[in-house]
């Protein structure tokens, strides 16, 4: 079983950053997909970022050039920086991990089984 605690949310002006992190517990592997996904109120969820076995990455376009995944496998942490802020991306942030290994499961939602409690982002302009 994997345990994931997301922490970082708050809120900020447009333009400003956040760095948000998850901390894993369990039976998780350096080369396991692990994603950032983000719901807005009367939204579906969409996957922000995902990062995989040997540090691929994918971002949504919505994000590409302002938010940054990274992972540190030593503590089992993964991270989203998130620069240049926008009312639109504002949201409940969730962090997700699979027990999956293969950049091509972490392109599918269906493959994350552990999910977090999600941390707020809120944006004000």
């Known amino acids: 079983q994997v345990q994931l605690v997301e922490s970082g949310g708050g809120s900020v002006q447009t333009g400003g950053s956040l760095r948000l992190s998850c901390a894993a517990s369990g039976q998780i592997s350096s080369s396991d997909c692990m994603a950032w996904f983000r719901q807005a109120p009367g939204k579906e969820r969409e996957r922000v970022a995902h990062i995989g076995d040997e540090g691929r990455s994918y971002y949504g376009d919505f994000v590409k050039g302002r938010f940054t995944i990274s992972k540190d496998n030593d503590n089992n942490s993964l991270y989203l920086q998130m620069n240049s802020l926008k009312p639109e991306d504002a949201a409940m942030y969730y962090c997700?991990?699979?027990?999956?290994?293969?950049?091509?499961?972490?392109?599918?939602?269906?493959?994350?089984?552990?999910w977090g409690q999600g941390t707020q982002v809120t944006i004000s302009s």
């Open positions: 997700a991990a699979s027990p999956y290994t293969g950049h091509s499961f972490c392109f599918t939602e269906g493959a994350y089984h552990y």
